[in-house]
């Protein structure tokens, strides 16, 4: 899929697209709708809180869009880690008692199975409903994972859907655990070894 090309996302705009890509991306997720179920709770919050999970890797540039934005690859490079302050800060706001302990601790074993090598973390991957299947994950996922190979780097994601395993499997990563807490959807934490 590399005749589709990818761009650094950059400036507010872009940055402001490339929320939305996600939102729309995300809307059948399992785990982002177990987070917010309700359309208008999933709406009011979901764009906050993935602006506050890729805020670190706009600002390096380690974030990606397809050549059209339908299409987003957020990426942290090895040694980042993104402010978990403000992501906190969200669950905190937007979801309460039980619920908020639970995604609470599932992002917190999210962290328990990165490796402690250096590597790439691939935050969040997500295609605009009406272009999937068109090969812009692949093209997005391809594009980072050749900077992991030019670094020989690992890399390390979170697949919050069992359908794009398979996606990841092909490219090299395998699942090394199933994240499950309370009524969870289960994530599957997943390593591609340095090359």
Known sequence: MAHLKT???????????????LVSAFEVDPVARWMYHAA?????????LFRELGASSFEVGAAHRSHDGAGVAIWFPPGMHGDSAPVE??????LA?????????????????????????????GVEGSHRNKGYGAALLEHGLRQCDREHQAAYLCSSNKK???????????????????????IYPMLRRSR
Do not use: K
């Open 7 to 21: 761009a650094t996302i950059s400036g507010d705009a872009e940055v402001d697209r490339a929320i939305g890509t």
């Open 89 to 94: 800060a969200v669950i905190a706001a937007s």
């Open 40 to 48: 208008d709770q999933y709406l009011l919050h979901i764009p906050r």
């Open 97 to 125: 008692g039980d619920m908020q302990r639970d995604v609470s601790a599932v992002f917190e074993m999210r962290e328990h199975y990165r490796p402690s090598e250096p590597h790439w973390h691939l935050s969040l991957i």
């Open 164 to 186: 794009n395993t398979s996606l990841y499997q092909r490219h090299g990563f395998e699942i090394v655990a199933t994240i499950q807490v309370g009524s969870s959807p289960p």
